[in-house]
């Protein structure tokens, strides 16, 4: 028989000694085997059954949550003293708070005050973790300011129900109080403490608290140096984490796995499989919470033979493929594309639950499957299964990327009504839901009832209203952002100088630039290349060059960028040669690279150089075409007047053209007064998107230009029929960095004047040079 807890119980004070010194440390479930050596003790040796040491043992079973063994234990012993009875009332009080019992509870609570066993430290300590446990903290905290005598376990039980309650001020109030006694604080107390400093980032108060550990010489202490590292780790102080690590005499599994853990947290994904090597290297052997944890490192660079690997390792090692693993092996392979071994690793085994459930939706929205990912979340429900906060955050981008409202609205209902909505990555799900469904005015609502924003929050909701034509309330959000002391980060820098593209403002967006120069962000390549696209799209080509030539490194979106930007003002040559240029320094052109090479040549009147970058991109760069490289291909045929191989195009796609494709292909019939294809091309508008106006308007100008005037009556009056609203035109001029915006025709404005003197002139300039500017305009 195994010693228990590894050493050899000679007598029975020793035996009666050790039991003691675990009932302090406030066990569970963990001790249940080293419990039950200790029971096989007591018979081996033929210890008596009034003795302490059985109570004790009583006790132990009773804390470890056996309460058949616990019963089974209180009939054999001579009942004549208080003790078992007061651990077998503890333990009903346990099992009341296991059952979510309440008000069974209570009612032995008022049984145990009659019988005066209320103040027992331990029957109190029982009581206060089952009302903790049901989430009537106040009650446990009026039943422990009622106990005049507390021991370290009592304090322990009182700071963990405040921790289980997310009540962070009322742990570390409750701890310096805890200190004022004459209590000493044990590793039960340290480990607590800690973890509310890890999950708080409270790295001063934590840094005190290992000061406090030393001087207690419970630095060694394998739990408190495992808490101590997470601490560190989830604070960001990775190189005070690692230190701890290299100084920790025995490390054990869970150190290895915290380390590690700390390392994948914090973005260190090189530094992680490192150490995962040493571990194995060090005969340590990992489990199912090392897998979990190293595992996004692979999925984090996409290496799809690395996570196969693992995987075989798990395989031939039978690590069990508990929750949390199984969904880091789905997560791995959604992410690396190989939606056939998600399914294999979901399928694996019948028990299904909410976390693997969730990994399934979030896999399936990562590529695009929103269908199958509101499948997997009926499932779910059909199965009776709840629901949590991130499964709901998980499935609404789903109902985002299928513009479905109603399915979205109904998500939102059972958010609000779990109170969940104050979560902030679950407002902010909510948010871009909304947005994506054309419905702002509901996003904005939902955003500004979040209480807490971070920076997802407020970015999702700054390119929600740059991308849903409010450039300026985007603007607006970016400058209150600084205002509510919410951090900056590219993604924010980026969704900016977006709106300032879109507005234009060129004004703003140099203040951004400016910004980006003292800061933490002039080397930021994503933000950057929204540099260069916002000087682009505010006509200064110029800077826009500068700042790609000043880039210390450059990837494939800043060398898109300034491709894309000499294509929108013509310069083709200049474009071609950027492409190039590109693949000459090792730099591989993706289907962004074509659309703008492939509108550059439309732009510049090449349909022929066009035609070889699209049979280019397919052929020799294996790039499938897109819907959006199909509407250029068209745009590129329309604007030459090729409206025919224009509509081959259409007809030769792999895939139903969408309301984008036939809008190109309808625009281009009206500037070459095709009628009939016109009206092809519009009967599939009006099926597609019915309360766009715009495909009416130009519809109509179609007829207006062929002279069927009847024609133009009855699109209006189907306008009409169907209440859609011709919305106005507008543009904005930026005069001594004040932006004006004005609605076609409008007047009200009081420098209308003014701006158009203005814009005549420049015009008659523009006319002496040579150009000749198209008007469009209004019907």
Request: charged content about 20%.
């Amino acid at each position: 028989m195994t010693k228990p807890f590894g050493f050899s119980p000679n007598t029975e004070a020793a035996l009666a000694s050790k039991v003691a010194s675990v009932l302090q440390a406030c066990p569970g479930h963990s001790v249940l085997r080293q419990v039950q050596q200790v029971h096989a003790q007591i018979i081996v040796k033929g210890f008596r059954y009034t003795s302490l040491l059985a109570t004790k043992t009583l006790g132990m079973y009773v804390l470890s949550g056996s309460y058949v063994d616990a019963k089974n234990m209180f009939y054999q012993l001579e009942l004549l003293y208080t003790a078992p009875w007061n651990w077998m009332i503890r333990g009903f009080s346990m099992a009341c708070g296991g059952l979510n019992a309440v008000h069974l509870g209570k009612s032995i609570h008022k049984m145990i005050r009659l019988m005066g066993f209320e103040m027992d430290v331990f029957v109190g300590s029982s009581l206060i973790k089952f009302y903790a446990d049901n989430d009537c903290i106040d009650e446990a905290r009026f039943l422990f300011e009622k106990i005049p005598q507390r021991d370290s376990v009592l304090w322990n039980v009182m700071l963990n129900s405040y921790v289980k309650n997310g009540d962070s001020a009322n742990v570390i109030g409750l701890f310096r109080e805890m200190r004022n006694t004459a209590i000493r604080l044990n590793s039960v107390t340290y480990a607590c403490i800690l973890s509310v400093c890890a999950s708080g980032a409270l790295v001063n108060f934590g840094m005190q608290l290992h000061g406090l550990v030393v001087r207690s010489g419970l630095e060694m202490d394998s739990p408190v140096a495992n808490t101590l590292l997470a601490m560190y780790a989830k604070c960001r102080c990775l190189s005070d984490a690692r230190k701890l690590f290299d100084t920790v005499p025995q490390t054990d599994l869970v150190t290895w796995n915290g380390m590690i853990g700390g390392y994948v947290q914090n973005g260190f994904m090189l530094e992680a499989s490192e150490l995962f090597r040493e571990m194995i290297s060090a005969g340590v052997k990992p489990d199912s919470v090392t897998f979990a944890s190293f595992l996004p490192s692979i999925s984090e660079s996409a290496s799809l033979n690395k996570g196969r690997e693992v995987h075989g390792y798990i395989v031939r090692h039978n690590v069990p493929l508990d929750v949390f693993l199984k969904s880091a092996l789905i997560d791995i392979y959604f992410k690396c594309r190989d939606v056939e071994m998600s399914h294999y690793v979901f399928n694996q085994s019948t028990a299904i639950d909410v976390v693997i459930c969730t990994a399934m939706i979030s896999g399936y929205v990562l590529n695009g499957m929103n269908v199958d990912a509101l499948e997997i979340f009926r499932r779910l429900l059909h199965e009776k299964m709840t629901p949590n906060a991130v499964t709901l955050a998980s499935v609404l981008p789903a109902c985002a990327g299928l513009a479905a409202l109603i399915l979205g609205k109904e998500l939102h209902g059972n958010i609000l009504k779990n109170g969940l909505e104050g979560r902030c990555y679950v407002g902010s799900a909510i948010t871009d839901m909304y947005a994506k469904c054309g419905r702002l005015d509901l996003a904005h609502q939902t955003f500004i009832r979040i209480p807490e924003k971070d920076a997802v929050c407020w970015n999702s909701m700054i390119t929600s209203c740059s991308q849903n034509g409010k450039p300026e309330e985007a603007i607006g959000l970016f400058r209150q952002m600084a205002t509510e002391g919410a951090k900056y980060d590219c993604v924010s820098i980026s969704a900016a100088l977006s709106a300032c593209s879109n507005l234009p403002a060129l004004h703003y967006g140099k203040e951004i630039h400016g910004f980006m120069m003292r800061g933490a962000f002039s080397s930021d390549l994503f933000a950057e290349s929204a540099l260069i696209d916002m000087y682009a799209k505010c006509g200064n080509l110029a800077l826009a060059r500068r700042v790609f030539d000043m880039m210390q490194g450059k990837n494939e979106v800043s060398w898109n960028s300034i491709i894309a930007a000499y294509g929108n003002h013509g310069c083709l040559k200049d474009s071609l040669d950027l492409f190039h240029k590109m693949i000459e320094k090792g730099f591989q052109p993706d289907h962004v690279t074509f659309l703008a090479i492939i509108s550059a040549c439309g732009h510049g009147g090449e349909v022929d150089e066009g035609n070889h970058y699209f049979n280019c991109m397919t052929k020799e760069h294996g790039i499938a075409a897109r819907m959006e490289h199909y509407a250029c291909m068209v745009d590129l045929f329309g604007r030459a007047g090729r409206l025919k191989e224009a509509f081959e195009i259409v007809k030769s796609m792999p895939f139903n053209p969408d309301a984008g494709v036939w809008g190109t292909l309808l625009g281009a019939c009206r500037v070459h007064g095709n009628v009939e294809l016109a009206e092809l091309a519009s009967k599939h508008l009006f099926d597609l998107d019915p309360q766009n106006s715009g495909y009416y308007v130009l519809m109509s100008n179609v007829h207006a230009n062929a002279g069927k005037w009847e024609s133009v009556l009855k699109i209006r009056s189907l306008m009409k029929e169907r209440g859609v609203q011709k919305v106005p035109g507008y543009s904005w001029i930026e005069v001594n960095n004040t932006n004006h915006m004005f609605v076609s025709a409008d007047t009200s404005h009081p420098q209308s004047a003014q701006i158009y003197l203005l814009l005549k002139n420049l015009l008659l300039e523009l006319k002496k040079e040579g150009y000749v500017p198209q008007l469009y305009l209004p019907i």
